[in-house]
């Protein structure tokens, strides 16, 4: 088997250039995150939170459930809650991806001793079984050989009478490859595709139809991992068995432009639908691009909220009625956005659409980076939009919850879209967060206080004076009056998908001034209901309500800890805005020498004037409000 996965493996370049023709093609590609490097601001702190709650986890705890499996004595006993509850192993799969994106954004030396560890003692699980299995799926030697011989019974959180089983084995293998692609490990990339390997062969005597039956049980993305066991290896076997773990109950609306998501739990499905663009990028397959793209806009422009989340209790409401949202303390999931931030990548760079990364922006600075407690560390899995309502954090040794793996993946790779580039000439300046960019011999440095000043400065450092083009995003919330100097001079560019662009010989030293003018805006919710949120910048702003009755926001380890269980505070209670819509942000005013604070008048009860606005990331350990109903002076007389 390790001979076949190494020839897999060296074949990549010539299977991959000859398919290369029928690809959709790239507009766009990424840096390595090894290139660029985080400065000081709130989303470094963010990286070292995690880094801090990755080295406080026990990697052998985490590979008790694959020793297990694997027939080997595990080094420690499982750790608790879903970790030994049925989904034993899911974690240590995201732990492997965020080990890997960690390094690759730090050169931590401890974090490459846990990687290297962690990669080796998964190698000591496949040897053991020696057919290209490893899993930390309990019982799953078990659930695989019924699965294979037909005996399939599938439930939307179930399959065979065990949690999820392919939703599990999926994060083992987005582990594996995220070790091999971002990390470089062979030993990874041997694994990935030898896991890849048994399950063709498992369920190669499978009809479509069964497979499609499996596929009712969420699977992750499954099908997204198998297409890159096709692309790194070249054998396009894989890539047929992406398409058979296509699943067409959600594919087949979406080619149809039909959005029939409603009822559907959220997370089964985003991950399929990145799969679906990762076969249509591979085999230039234009009906399945579109409909990711469907999707996306489905998602983002009707069915999410301002902080760029979607969902409530897990599943997608009716995208004109909102009310559920702003009632349940399980408001938008973290690993939805998570998912769909990996979605708008993809999308981003086979268009070069701005768009997108309007989106993208928006959700990693109001949702991502407020799901990381900045003070004692610990992530969230419910962000609830219920006015007065709190979140609860997880704790290292108590809390193993889908959003605590993405969660540490989400901290570990906030370098991966700040630039973009298109070949050796085009740079793109996607992201406004302090940074140092390594490209080839050229340095780009980015400074600034954003969104705290509304200014960044970018210096460029080419090894020797090169010219090439260096392109800006302009946000969409800046209405387009961005101000662009060089060296201190107004410069002119050109407008391309919301860049813009400036072209010429830089010399070392040469300083590009960005003015990003902010405005405060009101945002309702796509169900056009009046209930606003509001926004300055690219920032969502919250306020803050209370501290009492936090009941569980540190999480123990009992299997709904991650839920905010404590007491609702009345609705009728809460501050609503007197007046109309149109005339909403007459009542807000700046607070001057405090950055990104707002006072609020207009408010009832009166007692709530003066209610103070902040960016919503900066709240954490308290009860808050993110939307405001407003209602006439008639409507609050008649209460």
Not at 106 to 132: H, M, P, V
Not at 229 to 234: E, P
Not at 297 to 325: A, L
Not at 440 to 462: A, L, W
Request: hydrophobic fraction near 35%; include cysteine; proline fraction near 4%.
């Amino acid at each position: 088997m390790k001979q076949l996965c190494t020839l897999l493996l060296l074949t990549v370049s010539v299977m991959t250039s000859c398919t290369r023709s029928e690809q959709i093609p790239e507009q766009i590609q990424s840096f390595n995150l090894s290139d660029i490097r985080l400065l000081d601001s709130d989303f470094r702190h963010a990286q070292e939170m995690d880094m801090r709650y990755i080295l406080g986890i026990d990697p052998d705890r985490l590979l008790a459930p694959y020793l297990k499996e694997a027939g080997l004595t595990p080094k420690a006993d499982n750790y608790t809650n879903w970790e030994n509850t049925g989904l034993d192993g899911h974690v240590g799969g995201h732990y492997l991806s965020a080990l890997s994106y960690m390094y690759a954004s730090t050169g931590n030396d401890e974090i490459k001793r846990r990687l290297d560890y962690f990669i080796s003692e998964l190698k000591r699980c496949a040897d053991a079984d020696g057919n290209g299995y490893i899993s930390g799926v309990p019982e799953g030697k078990q659930i695989w050989k019924e699965i294979s011989e037909g005996d399939i019974r599938a439930e939307s959180f179930g399959l065979n009478n065990r949690w999820v089983p392919l939703y599990n084995i999926h994060k083992i293998y987005a582990g594996l490859r995220d070790a091999y692609l971002v990390y470089g490990s062979k030993d990874a990339g041997e694994m990935f595709i030898g896991l890849t390997e048994w399950m063709y062969k498992l369920t190669e005597g499978l009809t479509d139809a069964q497979i499609q039956q499996m596929l009712n049980s969420e699977h992750g993305g499954l099908n997204e991992v198998f297409a890159d066991a096709a692309q790194i290896s070249g054998d396009m076997r894989y890539l047929e068995l992406a398409k058979r773990f296509s699943h067409r109950k959600v594919l087949d609306p979406l080619l149809e432009g039909k959005d029939c998501l409603t009822g559907m739990h959220a997370n089964t499905q985003i991950p399929k639908v990145i799969g679906y663009k990762r076969i249509a990028d591979i085999e230039g397959n234009q009906e399945w691009d579109k409909a990711a793209g469907f999707f996306w806009e489905t998602v983002v422009e009707n069915r999410s909220i301002t902080i760029g989340g979607n969902s409530v209790c897990e599943h997608f409401h009716p995208s004109d009625d909102f009310s559920s949202m702003l009632e349940s303390e399980q408001g938008p999931e973290t690993c939805n956005t998570y998912n769909m931030l990996r979605l708008t990548k993809m999308l981003f760079e086979t268009s070069g659409d701005s768009r997108y990364m309007d989106y993208y922006e928006r959700a990693l600075y109001n949702h991502i980076l407020s799901s990381v407690n900045p003070v004692q560390g610990g992530f969230v899995y419910f962000t609830p939009m219920r006015s007065g309502h709190y979140r609860v954090y997880s704790q290292p040794q108590t809390s193993f919850w889908c959003c605590v793996g993405s969660g540490m993946e989400n901290h570990a790779k906030y370098g991966e879209m700040i630039y973009s580039h298109s070949g050796s000439d085009i740079l793109y300046v996607n992201l406004f967060i302090p940074s140092v960019l390594n490209w080839g011999k050229t340095v780009i440095e980015q400074k600034n206080r954003f969104p705290d000043e509304e200014v960044t400065t970018i210096t460029v450092n080419p090894g020797r004076s090169a010219e090439f083009t260096i392109r800006i995003r302009i946000p969409e919330w800046t209405e387009g009056k961005t101000e662009i100097a060089i060296n201190g001079e107004q410069t002119e560019g050109n407008m391309k998908n919301g860049y813009f662009g400036i072209t010429r010989k830089w010399r070392k030293g040469d300083r590009i001034d960005v003015r990003l003018p902010m405005s405060l805006r009101a945002v309702s919710l796509p169900d056009k209901s009046s209930n606003w949120s509001f926004m300055y910048g690219p920032v969502v702003l919250a306020a803050e309500t209370g501290k009492e009755d936090m009941l569980g926001m540190y999480a123990d380890d009992s299997r709904n800890g991650h839920i905010a269980a404590g007491r609702k505070i009345g609705l009728d209670d809460m501050p609503v805005i007197i007046g109309s819509p149109e005339k909403v942000l007459e009542n807000i005013s700046k607070v001057e020498g405090k950055s990104l604070t707002f006072k609020m008048e207009g408010l009832a009860p009166e007692k709530f004037n003066g209610m103070t606005l902040v960016p919503f990331s900066r709240v954490h350990e308290c009860r808050y409000m993110v939307y405001w109903k407003v209602v006439s002076e008639q409507e609050w007389k008649r209460r």
